[in-house]
């Protein structure tokens, strides 16, 4: 019995052992099936980071098909037919891709736009020539003689205010100091600051047309001589796009300077945007095309596209520039064009300004350098030129050095 007893006891013990096991394994399982379960939930709102994030852990995998626009479904590089793009086959292979991202930088957080204009007033108020500190000093003047007007409006026109633009506003202030009686140096400048304001024109509307319509993405043609700043504008304008909380996709139409893709493409990196790029010298059209497509079938928010801009001749341009919007255009309405101009160049940058006026319907137009001039007229005059807004200046070759254009806050940054 004692023997028996003591086999039951094992036999017992062994048992329940053998349970305990079983048991402590099926929860186990059934733990880690929930916790799998849940990971495979998550919401896709980080989708194109932690794509991004993947692709840079196992750069050598079979990108899968996702419609999220990072996988290189492209067309054949080289020329587009236009006729063609109506029934364009997504190509296995091409020479164009969406960006190689296994290089890219930490992703960085770009500062707000709001008040980023304040650094104009500081680079200005320590330039003395400043077309306000120019200005004051006249209006300041004890008796506001036949000469003093006169110096008034050759200040204003070596500020590249532009003729018409400095007789309306001479005329303006001439009668308003006179009729309202004005001695004050300080009621004489905040009637300059009013009339300055009003030839700026705040009726405009300002903001930038980044979003698209039923489904479409917005795009953003971004055009503009070589040099004036269209490939730092448009990496600058997609850190303030991503800054808002849109996905931005880049196109590298640029394919007229070798390292312009490359710069886009860095820019892109630095706030976690892919850009779609092409060969060398390949079809501007081409490629803004398929960056489009890419950013429709994606579901991104924006697309802006970089052009080249060389002046060969006008008809040069105009064909492709007339090309590569009308070819957008087959996957989307391009909902912005902004003229880049370098405030410096002044008048060249008018007669830019006009060529390209003719050849693209220009909605808003982009200041950059306005750090390098003293002369903030150009705003007035190029605004005259084209009838169409100054939507953003460039103050910098910082990151974040582009603003968006307020004319009080221009105006209050020049009488500084
Ligand atoms: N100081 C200053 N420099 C700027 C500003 N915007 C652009 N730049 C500089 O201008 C130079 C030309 O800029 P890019 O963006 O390469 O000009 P681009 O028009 O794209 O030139 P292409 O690619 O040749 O057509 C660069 O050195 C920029 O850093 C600005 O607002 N202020």
């Known amino acids: 019995m004692g023997r028996l007893g003591s086999w039951i006891v094992s036999d017992t013990t062994l048992f329940l052992f053998v349970a305990l096991v079983v048991a402590i394994l099926v929860i186990g399982v059934a733990v880690a099936l929930v916790i799998g379960s849940r990971g495979r939930a998550l919401p896709p709102a980080d989708t194109v980071d932690r794509r991004l994030d993947d692709l840079r852990e196992h750069p050598e995998a079979e990108p899968t098909p996702t419609g999220d626009g990072l996988e290189p479904a492209l067309p054949e590089p080289g020329e587009i037919d236009e006729a063609d793009t109506d029934n364009v086959e997504p190509p296995a292979e091409g020479d164009l891709a969406v960006d190689d991202v296994t290089t890219a930088p930490e992703v960085e957080q770009p500062a707000p736009t709001a008040g980023r204009l304040v650094r104009l007033r500081e680079r200005l108020s320590r330039s003395q020539s400043s077309l306000g500190k120019g200005l004051l000093a006249l209006l300041g003047r004890d008796r506001l003689d036949e000469d003093t007007w ?92 991503v800054a808002d909380g849109d996905t931005v996709l880049l196109g590298a139409a640029d394919t007229f300077r070798a390292a312009a893709a490359d710069q886009l493409q860095t820019w892109g990196e630095r706030v976690g945007v892919p850009t779609v790029r092409g060969p060398e010298g390949g079809d501007p059209a081409s490629i803004a095309f398929d960056a489009v497509k890419t950013g429709k079938e994606g579901g991104y928010d924006t697309v802006v596209v970089d052009t080249a801009g060389r002046l060969h001749t006008k008809a040069g341009l105009m064909d492709e520039l007339g090309k590569v919007k009308r070819v957008i255009e087959k996957q989307a309405p391009v909902t912005e064009v902004l003229l880049v101009i370098d405030a410096t160049t002044g008048q060249n940058g008018l007669t830019q300004a006009r060529v390209f006026a003719e050849v693209v319907d220009v909605t808003g137009i982009v200041l950059t350098k306005l750090d390098g001039t003293a002369k903030g007229g150009i705003v007035i005059a190029v605004q005259r030129e084209l009838g169409v807004p100054v939507k953003l200046v460039g103050l910098g070759e910082g990151a974040d050095d582009l603003a968006p254009f307020d004319p009080e806050g221009f105006v209050d940054a020049l009488l500084a």
Do not use: C, M, W
Request: no cysteine.
């Open 150 to 241: 006169e110096e008034i409006e050759d200040t204003l026109l070596a500020a590249d205010v532009g003729v018409t633009p400095t007789q309306e506003l001479v005329e303006t202030l001439r009668t308003r100091i006179k009729v309202e009686g004005v001695v004050e140096p300080d009621r004489a400048k905040a009637i300059l600051r009013e009339e300055l304001i009003a030839q700026i024109d705040p009726s405009y509307d300002r903001s930038i047309a980044a979003t698209g319509a039923e489904g479409a993405p917005g795009v953003v043609l971004v055009v503009g001589v070589n040099g004036t700043g269209k490939t730092t504008t448009v990496g600058r304008l997609a850190r303030v796009l």
